[in-house]
């Protein structure tokens, strides 16, 4: 009979921990009480409440639209500069320049958005943009904090590639640009989706810098959940905070399935290329 360890026991605390919360919220988001701590049984009541509330289920949307294109900007961006990293060894400024990249990565949240909102605001002043703060300066900002996230994570992946592929291609009469596209580029591809995929959660979730850099009419869905729990947790913020575990979860086990069948694949394609090889 194997024995329970401690390992193994420490290991269903931590997830006990992480995860027990979140079920308690999701129970609670069907409770019939306005009263988030008095249970008044099974209801469906403040799930239909939500299409009533334009306001939060705006800045749903307003912070979805934020996440696409930060996760787009900051994957082009950080995969730019993790390429300048690992295959430019040598160039003036390079720490300067690995350094300033890294640099989101330490910073206090707090001193990179009161940064930014005093750039915003010196270069209203200077050159007239931004005209005011909003959605814009949001992604900006978001954009400068992600990027480096993305940066790490795509430079552990090109190091690990084996150049003598890319060489080939370049023998063979391919312009650098076309192996960059056609051959560096899905060999990272899975690499630039989690950086993508970090990137949309971290812009999704951010708080401070959002909190600096915003406007009126541009408030995001952590600053409306904050705003709001400040005068006590509602049961509509228990709805919204479902919908949005619930549609992570579904695209998590979807991308997790994706990966699963195009790894399956690629090894029955290696396994049946070395049968052929091995019979010719």
Request: aromatic content about 12%.
């Amino acid at each position: 009979m194997r024995r329970f360890g401690f390992a193994k026991l420490m290991l269903w605390l931590g997830l006990l921990f992480i995860y027990l919360p979140m079920i308690i919220m999701v129970i609670y988001s069907f409770n019939a009480s306005k009263l988030v701590t008095v249970w008044g049984g099974w209801s469906m009541k403040w799930y239909f409440g939500l299409l009533d509330n334009k306001q939060l289920i705006g800045s749903v949307f307003r912070s979805l639209e934020i996440a696409f294109y930060t996760a787009i900007a900051a994957v082009a961006l950080g995969t730019v500069a993790a390429f300048v990293l690992t295959r430019i060894p040598r160039f003036r400024g390079r720490t300067l320049f690995g350094g300033m990249v890294t640099a989101p990565l330490v910073m206090p949240e707090v001193i990179t958005g009161l940064s930014l909102l005093l750039l915003f605001v010196a270069m209203a002043q200077l050159v007239g943009w931004p005209a005011e703060r909003g959605m814009l300066t949001i992604w900006i900002a978001h954009t400068t904090f992600c990027t480096a996230y993305v940066a790490i994570v795509v430079s552990a992946r090109l190091r690990e590639l084996d150049l003598s592929i890319e060489e080939a291609a370049m023998d063979l009469g391919a312009k650098p640009w076309k192996v960059f596209f056609l051959i560096t580029i899905p060999m990272i591809a899975p690499s630039l989706a989690a950086g993508g995929m970090m990137s949309f959660a971290l812009s999704l979730d951010d708080l401070v810098l959002a909190s600096f850099v915003s406007g009126p009419g541009s408030t995001t869905l952590p600053m409306e959940v904050f705003s709001a729990v400040r005068l006590g947790v509602k049961p509509e913020i228990n709805a919204i905070a479902s919908l949005i575990l619930l549609s992570v979860s579904l695209f998590t086990f979807g991308s997790w399935y994706l990966m699963a069948r195009a790894e399956k694949r690629r090894r029955a394609e290696i396994a049946m290329t070395t049968q052929m090889q091995a019979v010719a």
